[in-house]
């Protein structure tokens, strides 16, 4: 299912009341890689960006993907501050 299939989907079911953390789950389960499921909690429940971000990566649903992303992540703030003193990318 695309997003916009998705987000249409689950809709009704959050003006029915479907929690955030269900909404999470929901998203998760549809397929939705966390950057979209992100958007789609922030869509649903009217949400920051930032606030979405927070909750969706929290959730226990992507915390294998979150912990794999960790040694990328850290090395993409390393290359960001090692360019901030403008270094060579190629020293790391």
Do not use: C
Request: no cysteine; hydrophobic share 45%; net charge negative.
């Amino acid at each position: 299912m695309d997003y916009d299939a998705v987000i249409a989907s689950l809709r009704p079911d959050v003006q029915r009341g479907l929690s955030v953390d269900d909404t999470v789950v929901a998203l998760h389960d549809a397929g939705l890689p966390l950057a979209k499921s992100i958007m789609g909690l922030a869509q649903l429940h009217g949400l920051p960006f930032g606030d979405a971000k927070f909750i969706a990566a929290g959730h226990p649903v992507w915390r294998g993907i979150v912990k794999a992303a960790e040694p990328l992540h850290q090395e993409l703030e390393d290359y960001a501050e090692k360019m901030k003193g403008g270094g060579n990318p190629d020293d790391l």
